[in-house]
């Protein structure tokens, strides 16, 4: 194993100070790229990707929804996401796999350009941070709306629209606060600048639906899934800004930051301020999820080391 990283770009597994990104390549001027986040958990079946086939399928959605034709398939993409893993000798890591508009034109129009694919991976805590998702963090309402569907493809996951996210999540930041939280362009509540967002209310979870420009997060649909299964009421419909403090329960969900509570919105305690019953419950359930310790979540899981 070698000592620098080992990263895959465009077929090839090489050290990472090898990789050469030219200057004049279209995603770096005009965010012409698409890119996905997915975990791998260290199991009792070896390292194990969360939804492998989830995030390659959002990727190749992504991409599509831009105008790029990846230059790989799906069976391709999760080979290269093993054989990075296993490269590095990790057993638990985050994987990020990115896809960008190379060289060949300096036009708006990417379609001269070429297609570059590139994945890497590097242990990675929790986004929120092991006392966040213990605790709970504190939130506030960024003045900045998420994107919306008239301008951009909120559903895609791709590199310019985290512009609107740094936006949210420096005003926050500077602000005192953990995370930020966006209203749609309506004024109802869309996600976080990284994550999902749920609320709990009289026992029933409700979460933003697609109608309110959010990205549609692999770990929100296991969420909901988690939930019904243990016999919750899982909702998605349009949620109003006053329901998050008001909330019994508030929490976010995201491949980096998992699930973390919230326990403050806009300097109001959601409840006494401590991570409530169902969110604990669904987050206990998630993890065992994560780490292979339940049969019924079983098939979200890839063993990546041969066997
Ligand atoms: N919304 C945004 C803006 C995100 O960046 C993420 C993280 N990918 C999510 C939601 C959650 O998505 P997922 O659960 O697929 O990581």
Same mark, same amino acid.
């Given at each position: 194993?070698?000592?620098?990283?080992?990263? +895959?770009?465009?077929?090839?597994?090489?050290?990472?100070?090898?990789?050469?990104?030219?200057?004049?390549?279209?995603?770096?001027?005009?965010?012409?790229?698409?890119?996905?986040?997915?975990?791998?958990? %260290?199991?009792?079946?070896?390292?194990?990707?969360?939804?492998?086939?989830?995030?390659?399928?959002?990727l190749?959605?992504?991409?599509?929804?831009?105008?790029?034709?990846?230059?790989?398939?799906?069976?391709?993409?999760?080979?290269?996401?093993?054989?990075?893993?296993l490269?590095?000798?990790?057993?638990?890591?985050?994987?990020?796999?990115?896809?960008?508009?190379?060289?060949? @034109?300096?036009?708006?129009s990417?379609?001269?350009?070429?297609?570059?694919?590139? =994945?890497?991976?590097?242990? +990675?805590?929790?986004?929120?941070?092991?006392?966040? #998702?213990?605790?709970?963090?504190?939130?506030?309402?960024?003045?900045?709306?998420?994107?919306?569907?008239?301008?951009?493809?909120?559903?895609?996951?791709?590199?310019?629209?985290?512009?609107?996210?740094?936006?949210? #999540?420096?005003? @926050?930041?500077?602000?005192?606060?953990?995370?930020? /939280?966006?209203l749609?362009?309506?004024?109802?509540?869309?996600?976080?600048?990284?994550?999902? /967002?749920?609320?709990?209310?009289?026992?029933?979870?409700?979460?933003?639906?697609?109608?309110s420009? =959010?990205?549609?997060?692999?770990?929100?649909?296991?969420v909901?899934?988690?939930?019904?299964?243990?016999?919750?009421?899982?909702?998605?419909?349009?949620?109003?800004?006053?329901?998050?403090?008001?909330?019994?329960?508030?929490?976010?969900?995201?491949t980096?930051?998992?699930?973390?509570?919230?326990?403050?919105? %806009?300097?109001?305690?959601?409840?006494?301020?401590?991570?409530?019953?169902? @969110?604990?419950? =669904?987050?206990?359930a998630?993890? %065992?999820?994560f780490h292979?310790?339940?049969?019924?979540?079983?098939?979200?899981?890839?063993?990546?080391?041969?066997?």
């Open positions: 194993m070698s000592e620098e990283p080992v990263v +895959w770009f465009n077929g090839e597994l090489m050290e990472l100070g090898e990789v050469r990104i030219p200057l004049l390549s279209h995603g770096l001027h005009y965010g012409t790229a698409v890119f996905e986040g997915m975990r791998v958990y %260290d199991t009792a079946r070896g390292p194990a990707a969360f939804r492998l086939d989830a995030h390659v399928a959002r190749l959605r992504s991409a599509e929804l831009y105008y790029m034709p990846l230059p790989w398939s799906a069976e391709q993409l999760r080979e290269a996401t093993r054989a990075v893993v490269a590095n000798g990790l057993r638990a890591c985050y994987v990020r796999t990115l896809a960008f508009r190379g060289t060949g @034109t300096m036009a708006v990417p379609l001269a350009a070429s297609v570059e694919v590139a =994945i890497a991976a590097w242990e +990675w805590a929790s986004y929120l941070g092991d006392e966040g #998702k213990r605790d709970g963090v504190r939130a506030k309402v960024s003045s900045w709306r998420r994107i919306g569907g008239d301008a951009l493809v909120p559903a895609a996951k791709a590199s310019g629209h985290y512009l609107n996210s740094v936006l949210a #999540k420096v005003e @926050t930041e500077r602000a005192g606060y953990d995370e930020g /939280i966006l749609d362009s309506r004024g109802m509540v869309s996600e976080g600048t990284g994550e999902n /967002i749920f609320v709990v209310q009289d026992g029933i979870l409700s979460t933003p639906a697609l109608t420009s =959010i990205l549609p997060g692999i770990t929100r649909t296991a909901i899934e988690i939930a019904r299964t243990l016999g919750v009421e899982a909702r998605e419909r349009d949620v109003a800004r006053a329901e998050l403090a008001s909330a019994d329960e508030l929490f976010v969900t995201g980096a930051a998992e699930l973390t509570p919230v326990r403050e919105v %806009d300097d109001i305690a959601v409840s006494d301020g401590r991570p409530g019953p169902l @969110t604990l419950r =669904i987050q206990a998630l993890e %065992d999820a292979g310790r339940d049969p019924r979540w079983a098939h979200w899981l890839d063993p990546l080391e041969p066997r």
